[in-house]
């Protein structure tokens, strides 16, 4: 089975802090995300990449960062934590290009509060 | 625009009472339709992929169905452990490899 682990369920962090998320894959996916999911808005992607060291940015990367410096591990960044950024975060994986196997694996998330 | 729309928000049914979710969506051209189950405080748990038209899966109680326009997912003799959100994700020909549009959910509660 795949297995998407992101590295806390739960943070408390203060407004300003520098916040990192972190997120490891094992099924040797070339293609990582970031998403973030807020109620009646459902899932908005902010960052994704698709190799090593590549990223492009989703729907919202504003305030975000992300790191790819290993296949399996995906990293976002909150450069200055704001209460707006108070979320759930999920990362998720899936294989590359191919007509089949499209589907992306999540992990369990991690429920931020910036206060 | 791509837009996916799940219909209903919320749903209550009785233990063994058979229902049906929907997803409307509106893409340029499907490349595929996903359906997850997410539990509270929870990712979001892979269940299937649709591609094409006419094209059917199951597992368990549960059974997807996919037309032009939407898909269902239909419910079986539900059980209260199939009380969760059910999310709804397409993803358009021509998008990259990383567009998936998702639906905001139907919450269903299956009470005993």
């Known amino acids: 089975d795949v297995k998407v682990t992101q590295s806390s369920r739960y943070l408390v962090k203060r407004t300003g802090e520098k916040v990192f998320l972190e997120c490891v894959q094992d099924m040797d996916h070339e293609n990582m995300f970031w998403y973030r999911q807020d109620p009646g808005l459902g899932l908005r992607l902010i960052y994704f990449?698709?190799?090593?060291?590549?990223?492009e940015k989703g729907d919202i990367p504003e305030g975000y960062s992300v790191s790819r410096e290993k296949k399996e591990r995906f990293s976002l960044i909150l450069e200055s934590a704001s209460t707006n950024q108070t979320s759930m975060y999920l990362c998720a994986s899936r294989t590359g290009q191919g007509v089949t196997d499209t589907e992306a694996f999540f992990g369990q998330g991690t429920r931020l509060t910036v206060v | 625009e791509d837009q996916v729309t799940q219909s209903p928000e919320a749903l209550r049914l009785q233990e063994g009472e058979s229902s049906s979710l929907n997803c409307s969506y509106t893409?340029?051209?499907?490349?595929?339709l996903f359906w997850y189950r997410q539990d509270p405080g929870k990712g979001p748990e892979f269940l299937f992929t649709?591609?094409?038209a006419g094209e059917e899966k199951e597992k368990e109680r549960l059974k997807a169905t996919l037309t032009k326009k939407e898909s269902f997912l239909h419910i079986t003799a539900p059980k209260p452990e199939d009380s969760a959100t059910y999310l709804c994700?397409?993803?358009?020909?021509?998008?990259?490899?990383?567009?998936?549009?998702f639906g905001t959910g139907t919450r269903l509660k299956v009470l005993a």
């Open positions: 649709l591609y094409s």
């Open positions: 893409v340029s051209g499907l490349r595929g």
């Open positions: 994700a397409v993803q358009a020909l021509g998008s990259g490899t990383y567009k998936y549009i």
């Open positions: 990449s698709y190799d090593v060291k590549m990223k």
